[in-house]
Structure formats: structure tokens, C-alpha cells
């Protein structure tokens, strides 16, 4: 029998293993909370298939190498980004990997677009008010979204559902890819440069991967060049933005809020319960308790569809390599 070890299943995802394995009575899916790592790779011995989801936690040669000398080749992860693993060490160990590129852009998009929404409308503070039973109006009036320019970068799977959600508020809507999506170019969405966008956008929504030429694309010389008063959603990739660039601009004035569902050092920091601790750290700490911030643990893409889907396609996956097809969702490296 076939038989597929996942890591790091929440339970949420155990409905979904279970779903999947009735519909597959050939192959045995094992489950733990546990991510992989060196300390875990040998829970592997005797299974075809190693399935992860590690959201920050690296994936190097302590790793790899006890799987491949437990003859694992077969390495499927539940998520989009691949930004985790060691591709030199996956080549040198010869593993097959696939990923979900695509398993519900409107949850990300969707999320995205309610941030930057509440950073126009200053929920953060209507809410900190209320909880106060100030119910008083003024001073926290806002901005309406249709009145705003609101620019994506990035126009892959996630981009076009924000753009289509931000066009269904009625705002205008400008983006920028270095690759032009042609449907959207026929539409006249797109503006020709980053600095382009920047200078013109009173929201900016990052929609591109965390790969080492998109490192800091938010950094201080970007933000002189947006507009005043602008704010940022970033549910791409933490490395996307430099972070003490948007806080000293967010205490200058320059940027009305910054949303940030992914941070630059969140590896061990987000989907940990620190209720009655302090974080270590306080960067986070002080970003959390501005009103004028929306801090969420990687949350974005956290529905029950994406997670069916993270599940169920990366399951088919392991299972079309064992046997011996090439899945849609296979990563080429
Ligand atoms: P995608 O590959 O479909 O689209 C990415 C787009 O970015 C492409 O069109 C590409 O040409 C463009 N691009 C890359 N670098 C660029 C740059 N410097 N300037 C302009 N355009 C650039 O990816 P997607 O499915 O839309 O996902 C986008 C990113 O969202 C992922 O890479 C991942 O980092 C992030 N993500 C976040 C969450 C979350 O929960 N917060 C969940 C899934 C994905
Ligand atoms: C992805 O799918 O790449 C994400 O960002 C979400 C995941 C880390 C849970």
C-alpha cells in the first residue's frame, strides 16, 4: 500500500486528510502536528511520500538528507511558496516536488482588500473607541474606498481577484507587473513602472513573490515616491517590505497605515499562541498596538476552502508521482 506522511496537519486539515483518504482507499495517509525538520525527518522511515507545510520553517540538508537516505524522493507541500527550501539540496538529493500554486486566490485577495478597506475607513480605531465605550463620531471619520486609486502589484492569480474586488468598491484601479497579463492590459489597467504606480496610488497592495530581486521593493527611496498619506497592505511575502522604512513613515506622517499579514521575521513568531507572554519581539510589539496598524498572523489565505484545496491537491500530487506521472503542481527546478 501507498503510503504518504503529512507534517504540520492543524485539524482543520485533518478534515480534509480524512475526506481524501476515503475517496483513496489505497493509500494510507499518516498525520502529525509536528513540522519537518531534522529532529522529525526520521517519523518518515518506511512512507513514499513526505507532505509539509512549513510557513517559515526552512527546509535545508539536515533535512533532506535523512529523508533521501530513507530512499524519500517525493516531497509535496501544501502551500504556494517554495521560499522555504534549499533547491541546491533538493537537486543534490534528487527529490520530485510539487506545490499549490493556485488553490484559492480570493482568499488572500479577499483578505487583502477588507485591510485595506479598514485602513481607509480607520476600523482599528472605531473599534479601540467602541471597546472604550467612547461612541463618540469625531474625530475618526474616513476615507471612501471609491474615491481612493488603488494599486496592485502583481497581477498573477491573487492580483486579478484584488483587482476585480477593489473594482467592485468602485475604485479606480491601476496596476503594475513586469509580465502584463494581456486580458487586463486590453482593460488600459496597467501603468508602465513601479514608480508609476507608487506616485499615483493612495493604497498599495503587494501581490509578487518574496524572491531574492523583489526584496524590499517597500524600502525608503519607494515610500519618498508614493503619495502622501498612502497606506500599504503586504499579504505577499514579508521580505517584500522594510519594515523600520514603513514604521519611521508611518511616525512621519508620510503613510496613513500599513497592513501586514506577512512580517520579514515571522518564521517562530506567527501561528504561535503567546497569550500571557511577551513576543520576543518588540518590533511586532509595537506595530500590534498602533491603531493605525493591522498586524495578522499569515491569515490571509486561512479559509476552509484554501485549506481543502492545500490538502486535496497536494495529496494528488505525492500520488501522481509514485506513480510515475508528472502533476500539474509539479515545482521545475
Ligand atoms: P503568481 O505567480 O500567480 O503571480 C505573481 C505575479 O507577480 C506574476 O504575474 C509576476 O510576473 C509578478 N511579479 C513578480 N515580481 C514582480 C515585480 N518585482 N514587479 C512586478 N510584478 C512582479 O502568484 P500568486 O498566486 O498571485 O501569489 C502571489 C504571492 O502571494 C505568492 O508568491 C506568495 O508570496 C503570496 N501568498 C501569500 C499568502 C498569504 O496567506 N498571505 C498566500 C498565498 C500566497
Ligand atoms: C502560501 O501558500 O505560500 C502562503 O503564503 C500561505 C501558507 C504559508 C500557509
Keep these: 500500500m501507498m503510503k504518504i506522511i503529512a507534517f504540520g496537519i492543524r485539524e482543520d486539515e485533518q478534515v480534509a486528510v480524512d475526506a481524501w483518504v476515503a475517496k483513496h482507499p489505497g493509500v494510507q495517509v499518516d498525520t502529525t502536528n509536528e513540522l519537518l525538520t531534522s529532529e522529525t525527518a526520521p517519523m518518515a522511515?518506511?512512507?513514499?511520500?513526505?507532505?509539509?507545510?512549513?510557513?517559515?520553517?526552512?527546509?535545508?540538508?539536515?533535512?533532506?538528507?535523512?529523508?533521501?537516505?530513507?530512499?524519500?524522493?517525493?516531497?509535496?507541500?501544501?502551500?504556494?511558496?517554495?521560499?522555504?527550501?534549499?533547491?541546491?539540496?533538493?537537486?543534490?538529493y534528487n527529490f520530485h516536488v510539487s506545490n499549490v500554486p493556485r488553490y484559492s486566490p480570493n482568499a488572500i485577495a479577499e483578505h487583502a482588500m477588507i485591510q485595506m478597506a479598514r485602513l481607509f475607513r480607520h476600523m482599528k480605531q472605531m473599534?479601540?473607541?467602541?471597546?472604550?465605550?467612547d461612541l463618540a463620531w469625531a474625530?475618526?471619520?474616513?476615507?471612501?474606498?471609491?474615491?481612493?486609486?488603488?494599486?496592485?502589484?502583481?497581477?498573477?492569480?491573487?492580483?486579478?481577484?484584488?483587482?476585480?474586488?477593489?473594482?467592485?468598491?468602485?475604485?479606480?484601479?491601476?496596476?503594475?507587473?513586469?509580465?502584463?497579463?494581456?486580458?487586463?492590459?486590453?482593460?488600459?489597467?496597467y501603468v508602465d513602472t513601479l514608480d508609476e504606480l507608487l506616485a499615483q496610488a493612495d493604497g498599495i497592495s503587494l501581490h509578487v513573490p518574496g524572491i531574492p530581486e523583489n526584496h524590499y521593493l517597500i524600502n525608503p527611496d519607494?515610500?519618498?515616491?508614493?503619495?502622501?498619506?498612502?497606506?500599504?497592505?503586504?499579504?505577499?511575502?514579508?521580505?517584500?517590505?522594510?519594515?523600520?522604512?514603513?514604521?519611521?513613515?508611518?511616525?512621519?506622517?508620510?503613510?496613513?497605515?500599513?497592513?501586514?499579514?506577512?512580517y520579514e521575521d515571522e518564521g517562530g513568531l506567527f501561528n504561535v499562541d503567546w497569550a500571557g507572554q511577551d513576543f520576543p519581539d518588540p518590533r511586532v510589539a509595537d506595530l500590534i498596538t498602533r491603531d493605525n496598524v493591522l498586524v495578522?498572523?499569515?491569515?490571509?489565505?486561512?479559509?476552509?476552502?484554501?485549506?481543502?484545496?492545500?490538502?486535496?491537491?497536494?495529496?494528488?500530487?505525492?500520488?501522481?508521482?509514485?506513480?510515475?506521472?508528472?502533476p500539474e503542481q509539479v515545482v521545475k527546478f
Excluded at 492569480?157 to 479606480?172: L, S, W
Excluded at 508614493?226 to 506622517?253: F, Q
Design 139 to 189: 474625530p475618526t471619520i474616513g476615507r471612501e474606498v471609491r474615491k481612493q486609486t488603488i494599486g496592485i502589484v502583481g497581477t498573477g492569480n491573487i492580483g486579478r481577484v484584488a483587482i476585480q474586488i477593489a473594482k467592485g468598491f468602485g475604485a479606480k484601479v491601476i496596476a503594475y507587473d513586469k509580465y502584463q497579463n494581456p486580458e487586463l492590459a486590453a482593460q488600459g489597467v
Design 222 to 262: 519607494s515610500i519618498v515616491k508614493m503619495k502622501d498619506h498612502a497606506v500599504i497592505v503586504n499579504a505577499g511575502r514579508g521580505n517584500l517590505v522594510d519594515t523600520d522604512a514603513v514604521i519611521a513613515a508611518l511616525d512621519s506622517g508620510k503613510l496613513d497605515g500599513f497592513a501586514m499579514d506577512t
Design 296 to 326: 495578522s498572523p499569515h491569515t490571509a489565505f486561512y479559509t476552509w476552502t484554501a485549506s481543502e484545496e492545500m490538502v486535496e491537491q497536494s495529496l494528488d500530487a505525492g500520488l501522481a508521482f509514485v506513480n510515475g506521472e508528472i
Design 45 to 92: 522511515a518506511g512512507y513514499d511520500v513526505v507532505n509539509i507545510l512549513q510557513a517559515g520553517v526552512p527546509v535545508g540538508e539536515a533535512t533532506l538528507k535523512p529523508l533521501a537516505d530513507l530512499g524519500i524522493h517525493i516531497l509535496t507541500l501544501r502551500n504556494v511558496g517554495t521560499d522555504d527550501l534549499d533547491f541546491e539540496m533538493l537537486k543534490k
Design 127 to 133: 473599534d479601540i473607541k467602541v471597546y472604550r465605550h
